[in-house]
């Protein structure tokens, strides 16, 4: 199931994207992107977004601490 992991800085994504290469190799280096939303005016406040899948239960309950230390959250896309 994809899960994306959404924060508000572009550093702090890709410094968790970097981590869960680490973390589980077989995964890559997830993907970071910035998302707008429909109608936004200001781009300032985009959110950037990692996504990952394949992650058991055990898995992602390691990746949400981690996400949390960074002030995001973990949505399934």
């Known amino acids: 199931?994809?899960?994306l992991l959404v924060f508000a800085e572009r550093d702090d994504a890709e410094e968790?994207?970097?981590?869960?290469g680490e973390w589980f190799p077989a995964l890559g280096v997830p993907r970071v992107w910035r998302e707008t939303l429909?109608?936004?005016d200001d781009a300032e406040d985009a959110q950037w977004l990692v996504v990952v899948e394949g992650l058991d239960e055990g898995a992602l309950a390691r990746v949400d601490g981690?996400?949390?230390r960074y002030e995001g959250w973990r949505e399934v896309g």
């Open 66 to 68: 981690l996400v949390e």
């Open 38 to 40: 429909a109608g936004e």
């Open 16 to 20: 968790v994207a970097e981590t869960l």
């Open 1 to 3: 199931m994809r899960q």
